[in-house]
């Protein structure tokens, strides 16, 4: 009965410390993100790299330039994402970045292009 206890007591100590860990990776991760965003928003020919959208317009947005790919799920995460943060979506379904400096430049850790 003891050892049982005592079990209970290790589980619930790993799953706490579990818990915090998590808690803090996730600050971290948006911590990072948002760094990365207003070093990003500094950058380009618009006021802020913001664009000309209303946070209303992305999901419509996003579906137009989501709609020929075969990932639209993962591409319409990213890209409201992307529209909310920065209120603008490039035109047409591939490419055009560039008109919209803080989509174009808002990379991954890696490096690559976090938005579709």
Known sequence: MVAMAKLLLVL???ILTISMVESKLKETNNAEEQHQLER???QGGQKNGQGSLQSSQCPE???RRCSQTRYK???LFFC???CR???????GY??????????N????KRGGPRCP
């Open 12 to 14: 619930a100590v790993t």
């Open 40 to 42: 990003v928003n500094g």
């Open 61 to 63: 947005q996003c579906l």
């Open 73 to 75: 799920k993962p591409c």
């Open 80 to 82: 409201l994402k992307c």
């Open 85 to 91: 943060a920065c209120l603008c979506v490039p035109s």
């Open 94 to 103: 591939y490419g055009n970045k560039g008109e919209c400096p803080c989509y």
């Open 105 to 108: 430049n808002w990379k991954t």
